[in-house]
């Protein structure tokens, strides 16, 4: 007869908590059988379960672009990176904003 394992006994084996063992066996992480109203692991799920993992290797780094935005781009304009902008958006917001390419009122 083959030995079944409750969850706490999984539990115990692997260190891990009896809720993260339940949701394993909800998710398909861990496979179970039901005896009448019981769950029960068989040790090779438990087993399944424990296999090593293969991990990919580093990710690619994106090459690093020189800009961003571009000066015909239209957030270009708005956030102020056009060379008329003057250093202090605040104090002089309106004379900025009159002179705004594209900009109708």
């Keep these: 007869m083959v ?11 692997t260190r891990l908590h009896e809720m993260t063992i339940w949701r394993y066996i909800r998710s398909g992480r861990l ?13 090779e799920a438990v ?3 424990l296999q ?10 994106a090459e690093k672009k020189e800009h961003y ?3 015909g781009d239209s957030i270009f304009n708005i956030i102020g990176i056009m060379e008329e902008a003057p250093e202090n958006l605040s104090e002089d917001k309106y004379a900025y904003l009159d002179n705004v390419p594209g900009r109708d009122d």
């Design 47 to 49: 087993e399944k379960l």
């Design 3 to 13: 030995e079944l394992l409750t969850v706490r006994e999984v539990a115990q084996m």
């Design 69 to 71: 935005l571009k000066e």
């Design 52 to 61: 090593p993992i293969e991990i990919a290797g580093p990710r690619p780094v």
């Design 31 to 43: 496979e179970a059988v039901r005896i009448g109203r019981r769950l029960r692991v068989r040790p």
